[in-house]
Every structure is written in structure tokens, then in C-alpha cells.
């Protein structure tokens, strides 16, 4: 393989990655024509796209290509979980500058492609155009497989909240990183590649899930997108949510409640979905919290009590951190 981005070529590099790549049966047609074709037994297509760019979401001195490539391929794939869909196919459209070592973009397309197989989907094509910032644009696809998707507007009062995954493990990454250390390693390695639960999506669904979501933003956040959908409060028991040690002395070390990190961290991609009271759920989900009728505007509430500070990541404003 020749040195740089630019040495290869365009079609040079397109070589490179599609003969990286593994297929699924959903895929009837992959990369090489001018557009790939997925099965859609469902008739129906759930569609999620999402993007990573370098300085903003990434930073090459803390993460690999191939770490990027499993991130940016599980915050779309958890899109498509946590709609009750089963992900079928990836699209990547990718900016990288002429002087890139040829290996970055190569290693970057190993993580989406493994990342794509632990979630049973296949990459099926894409564009790479030059340029100066290095962006990463996935599209991801889904089955519903004859479900009804799951939305964030079904919420109602009397419903439970539940989450399965991690919470806060990203965040908490981050703040070792952004000091300069490299451990406790399970954090670091949450922030760099998350793990999202996503069998937990389709089961939800076929639980009777009324409103699902998974956290990118934070919890708060993205449980806010659910009540003000679906016009209702939520209220979570913070005695109900699990802060590991290991987080709590992190949390301790760099002055930081570790409830914070759980709260309004994102990146993680659990899966946090709501349910009536009767569901009787497996041991993997926890219940959190409980939908109330508004006794004002749909909220969030901790513990009874507005939360009165960033509940999560804004991409516009000052609550995203540079990672």
C-alpha cells in the first residue's frame, strides 16, 4: 500500500476499503455500482445518519482510526436499535486530506466493518472525497421486521423507566483523558469504542416497550426528548441507578460528582426505554425512574425535583465537550 491518501487515489483508496469488507444476507448488492440494494422485507426501511469530526468528536493522539471506526458505526447502528429495528446495512461517506497515511482511513474502515458484524449488519458502500478536516458520515439501516418502531411520543403515566447498558462510563473516559492518563482502561476504552446493547432494542420492542431511545446525549437529555414528545414527566430514583466504584473514585480524584457523569453523560448508546408497570422485564433491564402526567411542562425530574443544570450534550452550544 502506497504511503498516503493521495498517493493511492481515490479509486485506489475505494479499492482499499470495499476489499476490507464482509457482506450479510440482507445485502443482495454491495459496493462497485452506483447504488447498493438491501432487503426490505418489511417493506419498511429505518433510516439513521450521524457524523464524527475530527477535533469535535475525535482526537487522533487519544483514539485509533480503528477505535473511530467502531464509535462511528455504534452511534448509528444504536439509532437503529433503539427503534425496535434489527440493523441490516452501513453507508460511510468519508473526507480525509490528500497527506493521510493511507493506513488511517483502511484501519478506520476495519472498525465499522467489525463493529457493523457484532450488530449483524454489513457496510454496503459510500463515497471519499478530499479535504482538510477528517469526517466520518455513516448512514445506517434497519428492519422492523414486521414490528411496529418504537418512538419517543408513547410514553404514558403509570409506565416504568428502564435502562440496560452503561451509563456514564464514556463520560468518566473522557475526564481521565482530557487529564493526560490512560486509566482505569474500561473507561478509557467505553469513551473510544462504546458497546451498545443492541439486541435490547428489537426485545424491547417485543416487550411492549411504549417509548424508546438510546442515550447519546445523556440521560437526561435524551429522556427529555421522550417527554416532551410524549407529554409527560419523568422522574428518575437516583437511589435506583448503580454509580460503580471505580467511577466514584475517578469522580473523586478530578473533583467530580460521578452522579454526573450517569446523569447527563452521552456516548455511551444504552438503551433507555419505557414500559407499562405490568411488563415483567429480564434481569438485564433496570428500572430507574416512573412516568407521571405533567404537572406543568413535560420534564425530567430528579428524585421529584427539576434538574436545574445541563442535562446532556448540546452540538451548538457549550455542553459538548472537544474529544
Known amino acids: 500500500m502506497k504511503g498516503t491518501v493521495g498517493e493511492l487515489g481515490e479509486f485506489g483508496l475505494i479499492r482499499e476499503l470495499t476489499s476490507r469488507l464482509t457482506t450479510t444476507p440482507a445485502v443482495r448488492l454491495g459496493p462497485g455500482d452506483d447504488a447498493a440494494v438491501v432487503a426490505a422485507p418489511d417493506r419498511r426501511v429505518v433510516a439513521s445518519t450521524d457524523v464524527l469530526l475530527e477535533g469535535r468528536h475525535f482526537r487522533r493522539d487519544w483514539s485509533t482510526a480503528y477505535d473511530v471506526g467502531r464509535k462511528a458505526a455504534a452511534q448509528n447502528l444504536a439509532d437503529i436499535a433503539a427503534m425496535g429495528a434489527v440493523p441490516t446495512a452501513v453507508l460511510l461517506a468519508l473526507v480525509v486530506p490528500a497527506e493521510l497515511p493511507a493506513t488511517w482511513p483502511t484501519e478506520l474502515m476495519d472498525g465499522i466493518r467489525d463493529e457493523c458484524q457484532v450488530a ?34 408513547g410514553a404514558r403515566a403509570g409506565d416504568v423507566v428502564a435502562v440496560t447498558g452503561w451509563l456514564g462510563w464514556s ?35 417485543a416487550l411492549g416497550a411504549t417509548a424508546m431511545t438510546d442515550v447519546s446525549d445523556g440521560l437526561i437529555a435524551d429522556l427529555g426528548h421522550i417527554a416532551e414528545a410524549s407529554k409527560v414527566r419523568i422522574d428518575l430514583r437516583t437511589a ?57 411542562l413535560p420534564q425530567v425530574t ?10 446532556g450534550w448540546d452540538h451548538f452550544g457549550d455542553t459538548e465537550p472537544d474529544d
Do not use: C
Request: negative net charge; charged residues 20%.
Open 302 to 311: 430528579v428524585d421529584g425535583a427539576p434538574w436545574d443544570k445541563a442535562g
Open 171 to 205: 463520560a468518566a473516559g473522557l475526564a481521565v483523558l482530557s487529564r493526560g492518563f490512560r486509566s482505569p482502561r474500561a473507561f478509557v476504552e467505553a469513551h473510544r469504542r462504546p458497546e451498545p446493547p443492541y439486541h435490547a432494542g428489537p426485545a424491547a420492542a
Open 240 to 296: 435506583a441507578i448503580d454509580v460503580p466504584t471505580q467511577m466514584s473514585d475517578i469522580g473523586q480524584a478530578v473533583g467530580v460528582d460521578p452522579l454526573q457523569w450517569v446523569l447527563t453523560g452521552g456516548e455511551d448508546h444504552a438503551i433507555v426505554a419505557t414500559f407499562p408497570s405490568d411488563v415483567k422485564l429480564p434481569a438485564r433491564w433496570k428500572v430507574i425512574g416512573e412516568v407521571v402526567n405533567p404537572s406543568a
Open 120 to 153: 449483524g449488519a454489513a457496510v454496503v458502500g459510500g463515497d471519499v472525497v478530499r479535504g482538510e478536516t477528517i469526517t466520518v458520515a455513516i448512514t445506517a439501516l434497519g428492519d422492523l421486521r414486521n414490528h411496529e418502531p418504537v418512538t419517543r411520543s
